[in-house]
């Protein structure tokens, strides 16, 4: 369909939790196409949540093959009111978002999750995964949450802008 | 044994740990705590180091003074009381306020457009409650569209404070500067 500007922090949409869809229409429908195209679009990027492209719905888009952190993988997953049922284990990785570009941090999640929701097609559906997808849906779900990684971070220690450091002078 | 606390900033290169703890090393001062950052491009360390009795703050700077001018540093060298202990340690030996008074450990997470005036609004609603900070880190960075603020705080709030009392106020000063806060105890997990 169409490959969406990603908004970035601090945009009001970012920061507003998202409402449930309650059906799924052809506007839902194009949002999923819409999802999965930007993602495909933007380099580096596994994941999108709807509000992080401005609309303030609960669904996202993911793809983690391919990805050389991924240990478990369902391929492309397009998820509408996605809800976590489970969590277990914690495990802390950097983490990077489209929508918050100038920093990076190290964010403990859980390791392994199950959550429901709805596929494009309005089936319930029940996805049990681990390790980097896993971490990749909490990601995602935080964004339907209002959230983004910087309400994460656990240490001061952990925060890193994203900078060019100065290269080695000569001595 | 003295106590001294040596602060060095700088422009930034790469070897002015090695070189500092190089003249620390020759002089037999041991690093008790320390903290390095580089902040803005520029070299900025705090060390609390303890050296042989004969040996003082002023002997410290004075042996660093070669190395100052070598790299353009700014190091300085105090004397550091140290009757002055953290509470769970003086608790230990006075009998002081336990742990449940000392209440809980919390990560403060604040970011937004940046603005004048994010870390007075933020550290004086946590002074109003009491809560001590433990440690904090800003960083300014600029993305595609704006600048943009980030402050992650770790704070001591004492037991005696009203935990949705504290949220309520954060929200309020997030309302006001129109910024993102989140605030959390830190979650214990025993494994």
Redesign the interface.
């Known amino acids: 369909m169409a490959i969406r500007q990603v908004l ?3 945009h009001t949409v970012l ?1 507003t939790p998202t409402k449930p869809v309650a059906k799924i229409s052809d506007f839902e429908s194009n949002l999923a196409q819409d999802l999965i195209d930007t993602m495909r679009a933007s380099p580096g990027c596994v994941g999108l949540a709807a509000n992080q492209i401005g609309i303030p719905l609960r669904a996202f888009a993911l793809d983690v093959s391919g990805h050389k952190k991924t240990t478990e993988c369902h391929g492309l997953i397009v998820l509408f009111n996605p809800e976590i049922q489970t969590k277990q284990g ?1 495990e802390t990785i950097r983490e990077g978002c489209m929508s ?4 990076t941090a190290d964010i403990p999640r859980a390791f392994e999750i199950s959550l429901t929701g709805l596929t494009h097609e309005e089936r319930p559906i029940e996805i049990t995964t681990r390790g980097f997808e896993a971490r990749a849906v909490l990601h995602e779900i935080d964004h339907l949450n209002g ?2 990684f ?14 060019v ?2 290269a ?2 000569d ?1 | 044994m003295n106590l001294s606390c040596i602060t060095i900033i700088g422009p930034d290169r790469p070897g002015i740990v090695a070189s500092v703890t190089e003249v620390l090393a020759l002089t037999s001062c041991s690093i008790e705590d320390s903290e390095m950052a580089i902040l803005h491009g520029h070299f900025a360390m705090m060390l609390v180091v303890s050296s042989p009795k004969d040996i003082y703050a002023q002997d410290l700077e004075l042996s660093l003074t070669e190395l100052s001018s070598e790299l353009g540093l700014t190091i300085v060298a105090r004397p550091l009381d140290d009757s002055v202990l953290a509470p769970a340690s003086s608790s230990e030996i006075t009998g002081g306020p336990a742990d449940s008074q000392l209440g809980k450990e919390w990560y403060i997470n604040a970011y937004g457009q940046d603005r004048v005036g994010i870390v007075h609004a933020v550290s004086t609603c946590l002074a109003e409650h009491s809560v001590n900070i433990l440690n904090l880190r800003t960083q300014l960075s600029s993305g595609s569209t704006q600048a943009v603020y980030a402050m992650v705080i770790h704070a001591q709030v004492p037991a005696a404070v009203d935990e949705s009392e504290l949220q309520d106020a954060l929200s309020i000063v997030a309302g006001k500067l129109n910024i993102q806060i989140s605030a959390s105890p830190v979650e214990d997990s025993t494994l």
């Not at chain 1, 918050?100 to 920093?103: I, R």
């Not at chain 1, 656990?154 to 925060?159: A, D, E, G, Q, V």
């Open positions: 970035e922090i601090p920061s914690l918050v570009p100038h920093f959230l983004v910087l309400d994460r971070v656990t240490n001061p220690s952990n925060l890193f802008s994203r900078k450091y100065l080695s002078p001595r």
